[in-house]
């Protein structure tokens, strides 16, 4: 069957131009012309944008046109399997075909050596696979087109992790390809429940973001959740993950992350093991998880790959490092300020030899240096790594040395300071330590109104602000409010593996059971 | 959307409720009436408290689902039952702002000298404020995160203190003094278990009722225990005169501690122990308040009334007690008329109309 | 709803910005080590040793100042007087690192009621200061003395009064509490050991005092000083001083020696003491049982004895045990010459027999006064050293031959 030839005006093609973002609906011209001037228009005739026609079958000459963006594409892809393909069998074009099935037939079967062929029924759909990298097939006379899998281009390979470093344990890391990073997660969990869903967000970016989760051991709610979540974000564009996590986070004015989000494979596949959700993005190698809990902060992957003791001791060390980055400036604020009568008498003289001859409070001394560290630390992170050392330098002279020296800040309060950095850099995760960095001054100040008792009070209204937060409707400090003792094998102690046979309680509220085997036990047996 | 809580979460709620002020004053109080047999009269207290506390379970059937002032009016009908919250609710008020007086004399003597005492309860109040806000959850939570901290502050606090205790001090045991020890019993009572009346204001949030009274059993239980061992050691360490003398003698006990030239002073673990309680305790009371106020009213949400609330406390807690004389005789007259009144004779009173009823 | 919310964060996170009520920074205030309390016309005079931090912490650099700075100021009370001292001193003084209160005898003995108010009372003190009462010198000038190694002579003296009570017993390390409940309770009178300055008082005050071996002027803990009430009645000598800890059961090590019958002596040092008194009451008439067990060392040995058998061994231990017996019985002889129950034989009773208690306390003195005491020692000898047998046989031996 012939499709029905239609021409169109000037008038409705400028149209159709112009409402090509809004109407899904806009139509493939049968005619190779008329789709040929509205794609360059479209495109304001971009020269990375290429085009080349082809002549297929001589006796009955067939119109065929390629159009691909030169940078999205892999060339050896095009080359070998696309244009070697079509250009190599002109002979053996069956006249007879007719319908448009035959010729996706002849296309799919017979012609094209590509992975992946999919029909494309509007212009919309078809400038989406162009800009993905997709090359795109129009014949004359047919009002579809054909998008082949070339997409391709620069890609840094699987790169070292960078963000999340550990000694033990899988040195790859996610990148931007959001192909290549959900294939790093299935080749580490290759069973079929693996499930993954595709979203297309951001009116211009038209970002692909795919959620990822077992099906069995997730909690449908959360799913039906985070799915909504996803569906009902309206938004331009989407450029790294960051986006999506804003955009559906539980607690939009918390400085606590609601959502973890890690570059490490096998972080995301722990992760969906125990019923969590994965975030995709492409374009950023950071990948969310849902629902993320307080307590997930302060652990790391490679806590799982040592021995449980020193993994324990190791999260108790990360527990103690959060209290230390809040408080320890506050407290030392606190305890020189108001309760001098707590500081063992040796201390205190050294403490008030110190202090003799610095110009400013307490308070205002720590406040100059911390804002001094936190400028170092942001300079620290921009410089090229060649300048790098000279940062380092000048923080170390400056800030320890000189300062002290000239009688400016006491050499407590850069022992404090350089103390709340080091642990601040103990987290795994760098959202925590953020928020920390927020939290400290709030103690600060607290604590040089009213002492410790400002520092009870602001950590009570912290502890009520963290229990008030939801995740994916996961309260945000389970398992220790609400209080859940299995679950408590798996948060600050770290029990040993083989004892670790259920999955968190509330995130995963299917399939609890991880191992039946009682691993040393059946050892013993066999012996 | 209700919100409910845990058994869990009750029985912390219970414990940090019997122990809110109790553990700063209990010590003082008991030895005051008791000398030497002070924690024997705790011993008594705590038995005579679970009693109280079963006949609050008594009031709450296994599968009610109605609130405490719905159960009221009920059985005491319309009118007689409006007046039957509106005078509990004052007793919780009476308590609270009480609370919150204590917590602004207390920091603004041994923690923060020279801060005026207004603005601590302010601090309190508006921190209250925002825990009451959040709601019964979040108050339950809060409290869980805290439990832990709290008990071991506590087996800190005893632990340390142990070395120093001279058991000669706690002689001779019940041959002395015996009428005294009985007699403290009823203010002892009167400044923990009965004020704990107003968590029936809270109890049909708990998701499972039978196990909200084992909890409230069991937190009752726990809470006295602590009560026994903290008077103990403050007789044993520091003697009846010094547990006689000091108005927080528990603070002063803190003051005793010396472990390794290093660790002394830790008296802040003491503060610890009293601000967390007592602050759960004004959180629990200042909620039971807003619900009260919202039963008697009929008002939608009880959120809408915290303000005015928190408002009337801090102005309470400011302004209608002198001194800390003035607070003890209080606690030793009127305010233990009122609390065996609400604490004791109201709940046993709805038990026995209830019981007529059922008949 | 949410925005009313959002009020109330801020206005809890501006509140404090109106706070520092109470903030003193570290350089507004001088602390204080120790206290010295004398006798004036018409009230006390308070002599307070604040620290100076720069001649103490940090890297050592010698100056010319000295360690620590005593201020004196007159008032009517303690507190007038401390109030009054603000003239004077720089800053605010800061008593909550005070170790050590030295009191004047003549203070002592006309009663330390009225000082001890201030220093329960207020807040700012700690419990934890030991309090000694100054003997022949002024408690101005006992907390004036520079000593040697330690820099603040207020942890010289609590470190040497702790360590002699450990040690050698002779003085009893009081810190407020047990003094209160000595001052106050019915059954027992309280005691505090003496501090005395060795040398010249004067030249003691100068940092040269800590740049001789030998210095001008030291501190020097020894003795007790035993209380009717709140008034000093009198002192007990070395002996009695470690008879009262051996019946108090307060006595962790010492050494006692006792004479031989040549005119060497043997030394023991006691390493486990352990006293009970058992009251007995008979109508009007109180008996007291104290039974000491010790368990010593032979540390010294200077006379001609042999220390082999069982027999040799036995025979030291009572004479030890007689010699223990003597001191504390000197002990209750001096402290009922003094009229003063500073063992606590009354509060034994009260809590032993509560009911026989009840009828003697009004007039206890007496009754102390004709507790009969009955004295049991066990004495047992664990170690002999790194040798068991005493050479000095041997040496007098070979001194004949020559």
Known sequence: MRLRSKKRTAEEKQKIIENISISDQAEISTSLRENDEIIRKMLGNSDDFISRKILLNKQQPIQVQLYYIDALVDKDTLQNDLLGCILNLPSKVDPSWKTEKDLYDFLQNETINTSDLTKIENLKELFSNLLSGDTIILIEGYSKAFATNTRGGQDRGVPEVTTQKIIRGPKEGFTERIGTNIGLVRRRIKDPNLWVKKYCIGEKTQTEVSIAYINGIVNDDIVKEVDQRLSRIEIDSILESGYIEQLIQDAKYSPFPTINNTERPDTIAAGLLEGRIAIFVDGSPFTLLVPALFTDFLQSSEDYYQRSDIGTLLRLLRTFAFFLAMMTPAGYIALTMFHQEMVPTTLLVGLAAQREGIPFPAFIEALIMEITFELLREAGVRLPSSVGSAISIVGALVLGQAAVEAGIVSSAMVIVVSLTAIASFVFPSYNLAITVRILRFGFMALAASFGFFGIFIGLILLVFHLVSLRSFGIPYTTPLAPFIAVDQKDVFVQSVLWKERTRPRLISQKNITRSKLNLPEAQKKKR | ?359 | MRGRKYILIITIIVLPLTGCWSATELTDIIIATAIGVDKSEDGYRLSVQIINPGEIAGSAENTTRTATTTYTAEGKTIFEALRRMTTIAPRRIFLSHVQVVVISEEVAKEGIGKVLDFLVRDHEFRADFILLIARDYSAKNIVSVITPLERISANKITSSSAASEKYWAPTRDVELNELMQGILSPGREAVLSGIHILGDEDLGKFKSNAEKTEPFALLYINEIGVFKGDQLVGWLNEDESKGFNYITDNVTSTVGGVDCDDDGRIIVEVFRSDVKMYPKVDGNQVTMRIHADLLVNLGEITCDISTETQEDLRAIEEKIEENLNEIMQNTIEAAKKLEADIFGFGDRVRRSLPRDWERLEKDWTTHFLNTNILLQSTVNIRHSGMIHDPFMDDIKKKNQEE
Not at chain 2, 174 to 195: D, H, K, Y
Request: proline share 3%.
């Open chain 2, 1 to 359: 959307m209700d919100q409910k809580i845990s058994a869990y979460q009750f029985f912390i709620l219970v414990f940090m409720n019997t122990l809110g002020t109790a553990i700063l004053f209990i010590p003082t109080h008991a030895t005051t009436y008791g000398k030497e047999n002070g924690w024997i009269t705790v011993v008594f207290a705590t038995i005579f408290g679970l009693l109280v506390i079963a006949v609050y379970n008594a009031i709450f059937s296994k599968e009610e689902t109605r609130s405490l002032f719905v159960i009221i009016d009920d059985n005491f009908g319309k009118w007689l039952g409006s007046i039957s919250i509106l005078f509990a609710l004052l007793f919780a008020y009476f308590t609270t702002f009480a609370n919150l007086w204590s917590i602004g004399q207390f920091v603004g003597l041994h923690i923060l000298m020279g801060t005026p005492p207004e603005a601590i309860v302010l601090l309190v109040i508006l921190t209250c404020l925002v825990g009451v806000r959040y709601g019964i959850e979040v108050i339950g939570r809060a409290s869980e995160i805290f439990l832990p901290f709290t008990l071991i502050s506590l087996i800190l606090l005893v632990g340390l203190v142990w070395p120093e205790a001279q058991l000669d001090n706690i002689q001779p045991i019940l041959q002395t003094n015996v009428a005294g020890a009985f007699v403290g019993i009823i203010p002892v009572i009167g400044i923990t278990f009965l004020e704990l009346f107003c968590l029936l204001g809270v109890i049909h949030r708990v998701n499972n009722i039978p196990q909200a009274k084992k909890a409230f059993f069991i937190g009752g239980l726990v809470a006295g225990f602590c009560m026994i061992i903290v008077t103990f050691a403050c007789i044993a360490v520091i003697g009846v005169d010094g547990t006689i003398r000091h108005i927080y003698s528990i603070y002063f006990l803190g003051q005793n501690i010396s472990i390794a030239e290093f660790f002394e002073r830790v008296e802040g673990l003491v503060a610890f122990i009293w601000f967390i309680t007592i602050f759960f305790k004004i959180c629990t009371n200042f909620y039971f308040i807003a619900i009260a106020i919202k039963h008697l009213g009929g008002l939608k949400d009880f959120r809408t009334v915290t303000i005015p609330i928190a408002y009337f406390l801090f102005v309470s807690a400011v302004t209608s007690l002198p001194n800390i004389f003035y607070d003890f005789e209080l606690m030793n007259s009127t305010y233990l008329v009122y609390a065996i009144l609400t604490g004791f004779l109201l709940p046993i009173l709805l038990l026995i109309v209830k019981i007529a009823r059922k008949k």
